[in-house]
């Protein structure tokens, strides 16, 4: 299991790539808000978008790029400040133009350029700005550690570290590079899609052979996390796969390989983003077992986690058992309370729900951590999942209630 | 339409109840815990209880009693500090303790006593100290205004202001009076009952008579509630009907008078315990309108009041309509975000799912109002509620925040 890392160890970089990253004067702050990453001769790609009803404009053309090209990308052009949601056909009309631009510049169809916006709801694109920047863009790319991190610096809002992670494998005689780069902070609960994560690989794949290899290592990582409970309207996973190392998929050992570090690498990218959350002081590891299926372990966790009841208490180290198990009575499952145990760290604080002695200044200790683990065993099934969530604090609050509009 | 008072007026007494209040030691500030409310000569009950199914004792108890006694009741005996919840067979045994001996007192079966606990959960109910306040309570009781406000302030727990309304009502040539009292202030979340409610009438009705109209009251106003999304283990409406006005519901009319009253009372309450919410500096007024169903509408509104991210907009007076429809997209019915108008106050801040132009310092401004109205038109039926919630404070956080078990 990968722990939870602030600092992330050395990056490595998949062959056939290229990052870069301007600011175009998106965010008010002048900080880096467009970024670049490049497939020098395209990538296969695999994709999950967010489920929330209401998507951002690159949501729409993003999906439709990737049907039509069947899965090819050239380019991604993120930007940050500005989500390009809510602002109807002319944010369609604005992100088709960045697609479009981006395109003429690399000498390639705009539907090889995949776009991701980040930022502000309801307000439109500033398209001027960013096709003003698109050339210093494009002309700053470049394949080293440095490139890639400004890419990472450049997608966030409110985040305040880059998240990455990476790995290497060995597959036969050759060496196969995964690179993950992640934006939190706040809307985070993705629901089988999630926040903007891209990873790059110099796998050789096609996106048919990468789809269910994302969708796998998503559903046990990323889509089981929760800052606040807001689905966010322009979360994006994707996937790209240069082909550079010449290692494919075709055998089971070498798909096991790259699927769990895939898993890995997105474990720790959901790990960064939920200890990065807004205001966030304790990360907790919640983990539900004994559930009779999946989803219902989800659904528990998901009650759990959203409780604010439960996470204000967490903020103050607060081991009120109390309020995770009157959490579990409303989630909507006919769960008995009295097969219900609960433990805090390695502490029983709940038997057969009812309280239990337990050494409640210990348990305090535990949940002062920046990160902990909460247990909660339902006594109907075999089934368990592993929710990463946070508490919610004062600073969330102030984060959250700034005059921003 | 009642409005919002933090003061309510004159309260108005039904015949053939009374009341008392004592301090028994169970809250450590010393505050008065224990309280009595006497029908003298019995009373028809309705009741509605929580949801939940993790349930406290005196549910289990309650429930019990109003079933063995087909609805009658001759007194309730509410402690706040101790909400005798997950604290299995002992807090059963417990709970019938208290009302064995409260009803050898009165001279009445235990099951004419009906037992409310509110306060921390998961702690033995500390049964020798409310044993020997019960002569000390009985002796107290009267019929009179200081009374029934002593009942209304031993019943809170992090309530700031007592939370009382009460109607009087001409049928024919007699007054009926209703009076009803109340407790919140969190895991404020009512799901078909709610919270600690006592409404009390002299009307002549029986508990068949009552349900129906309990139920519908409550429907319209107490369950379009929510401070937190918490729903409580120990929420209960009680509706208790002494018949000491002789006036009975056998005509439509006198139904329909009454149960307008009864509904305007709920009403009431619902307002008094949203706007003495846990750490509430707004009261939002959320109408949900053009929906398929009031299934979906309270779906809507529900989501819109447990985002966190809505909720501490709303915090700041900040008027960002993204982050609604954004919560209107996650919550799980299928609405075409294209057919999404939002208003605050009389302005209207998205026109068709899409930003449009408004003066956002007049938003600021009718947001910053101590109550505020958020509309949200889904254009898709002609099903609308009124659900009334609340802002997500830094305030909030510290009183539940606090280490406290």
Redesign the interface.
Known sequence: MISLRRSPEKVRLPKGFSFSAVAAGIKVSGRPDLALAEAVHGASAAALFT?????AAPIVIGRQALVSTGGLVRAVIVNSGN?N????HRGIQACEQVCREAGNLLGVPAAEIFPSSTG?????LPTEKIRAALPELIAARSADERAALAFADAIMTTDTRRKIASARLRIGSKEVTLLGVAKGA??I?P?LATMLVYLFTDLKASARELQPLLRAACDGSLNCTSI??????NDTVLLLASGASGVGLKDAGARKKFSSALTAVCQSLAEQIVSDGEGVQHVIRLFVEQARSRKEALLVARTIA????VK??W?????????I??????CGA?????GVQIFIGSQKV?R????CAFD?RQA?RTLAQPVCDVRVLLGRGRVGVRFLTTD???E??????????
């Open positions: 489920q929330n009803r209401v998507v989500a949601c809510a602002t109807g502000i709801i309801g307000v439109q706040g809307m609960h629901q606040d409970g807001d689905t966010s309207t959203h409780s604010m009841l204000t208490a903020a103050g180290a607060d081991p009120n058992w109390g309020r198990l009157a959490a579990v009575g409303r006919a769960i008995d309370p009295s709940c057969n729900g009812m309280g409640e305090h919610l604090t004062a969330y609050v102030r984060i959250n209630a700034d005059y921003s509009t």
